[in-house]
């Protein structure tokens, strides 16, 4: 399986429901549709006029099984040894795709600040880029990766917080 919508409805939340949700929330949203991405390379070439905060997003765990959903600017060079020392963790790698299912309920490819609304254990420390604070236009995949969603960061703090979930903001850049 990929993380393309032909396979949405193997997800435990399908791009539609989240739809419903943000309406719900009174979240204002576009969505843009494109061939499946997997890099920020890739999404690059596929943009018109999409201006504002585009994400990279890293599910990770460290040695004492704590999962991390980090959202950061497409464009920061993550280190994850720096990063560990910055979240004070333990030594961090990328989570594996069967455990990226569990947690946030998304395939490789599709990880976004809204997969969390699968995370119903509400157990994942989630960290936001300091460069998102404000930003009027913030860029992410619905659940899937052949689909991006823009809407504001403040959107996204409602969202969080519909959710009851808690968030560290720092700079990733390193």
Do not use: W
Not at 36 to 41: D, Q
Not at 74 to 82: A, G, H, T, Y
Not at 142 to 161: E, G, M
Request: charged share 25%; proline share 4%.
């Amino acid at each position: 399986m990929d993380a393309s919508s032909e396979y949405a409805n193997a997800l435990p939340t399908s791009p539609e429901t989240l739809y419903k949700l943000l309406k719900h929330l009174n979240i204002e949203f576009k969505i843009f549709e494109h061939p499946p991405l997997f890099t920020v390379n890739e999404s690059k070439k596929h943009r018109k006029n999409m201006r504002g905060f585009h994400t990279k997003n890293l599910f990770l765990r460290d040695k004492k099984k704590k999962n991390y959903l980090v959202i950061a600017h497409e464009d920061s060079v993550i280190d994850l040894n720096l990063l560990t020392e910055r979240i004070k963790s333990s030594r961090l790698s990328f989570g594996s795709k069967e455990r990226l299912f569990e947690e946030l309920g998304v395939f490789p490819g599709a990880v976004t600040p809204l997969s969390v609304v699968n995370n119903t254990k509400k157990d994942i420390n989630i960290f936001l880029d300091v460069e998102m604070l404000g930003q009027d236009t913030v860029f992410c995949h619905p659940l899937v990766n052949d689909r991006t969603i823009s809407l504001s960061y403040n959107s996204l703090l409602t969202f969080f917080d519909y959710l009851e979930l808690s968030f560290e903001t720092l700079s990733l850049s390193f």
